[in-house]
């Protein structure tokens, strides 16, 4: 971090006074002290501010792929750049969480002069003690140990919320995609959901027998077996972006095809496909 501080020193204090949306504004503002200027590398509660970079956090926000239905809260929202541009870049309504009482100040006046006040909420407190669990992107810019202190809440989210860090990694939860932008790595997840376990499947053509499906799971990566046919077969190139589980097997002819499901607690649905669907599945969570 302290390389990344100097090395994004002067470029983020470029950044900061040629945006319009940080420019000083005569307007006057009840927003705490109006001549307040943060110092990047400045002692934050757990971690130093250290403003992403604006092209990192476009980045940052469209492998999210942010929308204007999404409810976007950065962690450690520092002057509340990101927070501001998932409402003003994005349409999306967005939350920032900053410790810091005049940074949060410093946030609240700049999506005031970002015209975007009506979208974007600045809480005051810490992101170990927010609920932030109604987002539907997460993003972060803070260190690996804290990345893993809030992986577990992370973990507990909605399945299918994305998650999108600058610089740092989620240890041994290996990202669904990276971004690289030249000023830093950005790394992004789904939040998978619940696979595991043995499931009981309706509907697979071809079979008189009880088709069974027993998966094992760590975060999105999922293997198994597909006991179709009265014999087992591996399930191959199995993918879980949330709730959307897929994978190939070969049915009866040796043909490969793709099941495709979306879990919904103990049950999914779906199709099982060719190049388009071919018929509907059900399953159950066996007991
Ligand atoms: C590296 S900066 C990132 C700022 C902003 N997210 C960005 O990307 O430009 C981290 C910010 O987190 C804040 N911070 C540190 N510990 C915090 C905590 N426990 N809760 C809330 N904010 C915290 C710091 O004050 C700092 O503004």
């Known amino acids: ?3 990344r501080v100097l090395l994004s020193f002067s470029v983020v204090a470029a950044a900061l006074t040629m945006n319009p949306v940080f420019a000083q504004s005569a307007e006057s503002t009840k927003l705490g002290d109006e001549k307040y200027e943060p110092r990047v590398g400045q002692s934050g509660k757990d971690v130093i ?33 990101i927070a501001i541009a998932a409402a003003k870049n994005f349409g ?11 940074m949060a100040e410093l946030a ?21 003690v927010e609920d932030f669990s109604k987002a539907t992107v997460v993003t972060m810019y803070l260190l690996p140990d804290l990345n893993l202190k809030i992986r577990p809440t ?6 299918g919320t994305r998650i999108v860090t600058n610089s740092f990694n989620m240890g041994d939860w290996e990202p669904d995609d990276t971004i690289g932008t030249g000023y830093a790595q950005g790394y992004f997840w ?15 053509e ?19 077996v597909l006991n179709l046919y009265g014999k087992s077969q591996s399930i191959l190139s199995a993918t879980l972006s949330g709730n959307r589980l897929k994978f190939t097997f070969l049915d009866h002819s040796n043909q490969s095809r793709i099941i495709d499901v979306t879990l919904n607690g ?19 969570r066996a007991q």
């Open 1 to 3: 971090m302290k390389f």
């Open 49 to 81: 501010w250290v403003p992403t970079n604006d092209a990192v956090a476009d980045a940052m926000l469209k492998v999210a792929k942010v929308k204007p239905t999404d409810i976007v809260y950065d962690l450690g929202a520092g002057d509340g750049k």
């Open 92 to 102: 999306a309504t967005s939350f920032g969480i900053e410790y810091n009482k005049e």
């Open 108 to 128: 609240r006046r700049n999506t005031e002069r970002a015209g975007v006040s009506d979208k974007v909420k600045i809480i005051n407190g810490d992101i170990f």
């Open 154 to 159: 992370i973990l507990k989210m909605a399945p």
């Open 190 to 204: 789904v939040v998978p959901g619940n696979a595991a376990g043995k499931w009981i499947l309706k509907g697979m």
């Open 206 to 224: 071809g079979s008189q027998q009880q088709v069974t499906l027993e998966l094992t799971q760590r975060y999105q990566k999922v293997g198994g």
């Open 266 to 284: 103990n049950e999914f649905s779906g199709q099982v496909l060719e190049n388009s669907a071919l018929y509907s599945i059900t399953g159950t």
